[in-house]
């Protein structure tokens, strides 16, 4: 790590730790409207996300560099977080994905998610806005018409980048710590001033990251988007144009093929990936093979060990414990009751078809 980075990268781990701590202690509306089920059967709460937000806001702040790249980080990690905590406070998960979200409405329904979109994709423009074309603002600026069109270029080019980056980083959120492992290897291809741009929010993530893999919270909406739209507005800063539209089609490839294939399924099946996914979580529950069935007494009254029998093999078959994950890798973390976003029952995506 770079010494520009040092200062951001703590600023965002204490503040994202100490915003956690205060959060669990006050949580604001009390801690049933932050708490979910997961797959377990246990509480999870989602006030990792707002902790995380404030972490990497606090971070970018810090650091040093241009004030309209701090400025740019700040928007959109908070407006992200914003949004996003609509979502996962005010959302009942009903639509998921761009298809749900536009088939509803077609309907005339106008679903939280949507609105989180449209939200998302508004703050994105604005710090896209706000961060200019800094990356290539070198020797070979243009000027006249051409540098118009070169500005408009990049301010579209960042905008994806900044409001896909908070969605695409969302779809990952459906196992313990995921979303931040995904974080922290896409922050490590980003180069030297990539990595120094997107300092504080990995660390502040990382400061959490043992809570997410504990089971204890999770980042939920609020804090996977402005993850990821941070970590967007960090390319958006630091790449080249032709870097960043690479960028942009890799995230714009992904966000699709999310529509039509499960992540999950991937990287279950994916040896390395489901190693690294697995890495530093609890072992999933293993499912309980079914009991032999009690002989009925001696004194059982005629015709009444049959239906005993058959209500025994009925309750030993379809009985599978509360919390159980049903195979190894802890498949369906998101089987609990949909009372939330992502692991307790609905997910972001169209994984959850």
Request: charged share 15%; proline share 7%; hydrophobic share 45%.
């Amino acid at each position: 790590m770079s010494t520009r980075a040092i200062r951001p990268a703590i600023v965002g781990a204490v503040a994202a730790r100490l915003s956690y701590s205060l959060l669990r202690a006050r949580p604001p509306g009390g801690a049933a409207k932050w708490t979910r089920t997961n797959h377990r059967g246990e509480p999870v709460t989602l006030l990792e996300g707002p902790a995380v937000a404030i972490g990497g806001v606090a971070g970018a702040l810090a650091a040093g560099g241009p004030a309209r790249g701090q400025l740019a980080m700040a928007i959109a990690g908070a407006g992200a977080a914003a949004f996003g905590g609509y979502d996962d406070l005010a959302g009942n998960g009903d639509s998921k994905g761009f298809r749900g979200h536009l088939g509803a409405l077609r309907k005339g329904e106008l679903t939280t998610g949507a609105v989180k979109l449209a939200g998302i994709g508004a703050v994105g423009l604005a710090a896209a806005v706000v961060a200019g074309g800094a990356a290539d603002g070198g020797p070979d600026r243009v000027v006249g018409r051409r540098a118009v069109t070169a500005a408009l270029a990049d301010t579209l080019i960042n905008a994806g980048l900044i409001a896909g980056g908070a969605n695409l980083l969302n779809l990952f959120d459906l196992r313990p710590g995921r979303a931040v492992k995904v974080a922290l290897i896409a922050g490590s291809l980003l180069g030297p001033a990539g990595a120094s741009a997107s300092a504080a929010p990995l660390a502040a993530a990382a400061a959490l990251l043992p809570e997410d893999l504990g089971e204890r919270a999770m980042l939920g909406d609020a804090g996977a988007n402005a993850l990821g739209a941070m970590l967007g507005t960090a390319a958006a800063t630091s790449l080249p144009r032709p870097a960043r539209l690479a960028a942009l089609g890799v995230i714009t490839g992904l966000t699709a093929s999310s529509e039509v294939v499960s992540f999950t399924k991937i990287i279950e099946r994916t040896g390395p990936l489901r190693w690294l996914d697995m890495l530093g979580r609890r072992p999933a529950p293993a499912a309980q093979a079914p009991g032999p069935v009690d002989q009925a007494p001696a004194s059982q009254a005629p015709g009444q060990d049959a239906a005993g029998a058959a209500q025994d093999v009925g309750a030993a078959s379809n009985g599978t414990p509360a919390g159980s994950a049903g195979d190894a890798g802890g498949r369906d973390r998101d089987a609990g009751p949909a009372v939330g976003k992502h692991r307790a029952g609905t997910r972001p995506s169209a994984e959850g078809r």
